[in-house]
């Protein structure tokens, strides 16, 4: 097992940053790949942004390219998610999650985070 755990969510004014950390744990983190979720109220879950284990291969959502970058730190066995230039539509709860693949479909990932809420007011 996996162990996820979000943090760095939180409240903030359209046009502001906000850097999300998604922290492993528990089996070795060795090999998986990462992604972003998020999802709205009243919104099916939607993809953010992966990471191939090396970092060398990210995808991200067409809407997020630009504006969102993700990371990871494999010494740390942490990944992380900068996003800038915030508008009210990116309000959602936030998920990362591990799998084998960096992929745009949930289904490929194979561990789950409990989320952090990232509200963006106008």
């Known amino acids: 097992q996996v162990q996820l755990a979000e943090s760095g969510g939180g409240l903030v004014q359209a046009g502001a940053s906000l850097r999300l950390s998604c922290a492993a744990s528990?089996?070795?983190?060795?090999?998986?790949?990462m992604g972003w979720f998020r999802q709205a109220p009243g919104k099916e879950r939607e993809f953010v942004a992966a990471i191939s284990w090396s970092g060398d291969g990210t995808v991200y959502a067409g809407s997020m390219k630009g504006r969102f970058t993700i990371s990871r730190d494999n010494a740390k066995n942490t990944v992380f998610l900068r996003m800038n230039s915030l508008k009210p539509e990116d309000t959602a709860v936030y998920y990362c999650?591990?799998?084998?693949?960096?992929?745009?479909?949930?289904?490929?990932?194979?561990?789950w985070g409990q989320g952090t809420q990232v509200t963006v007011s106008s």
């Open positions: 528990g089996r070795t983190f060795t090999g998986y790949a």
């Open positions: 999650a591990a799998g084998p693949r960096p992929d745009s479909d949930a289904t490929a990932y194979d561990y």
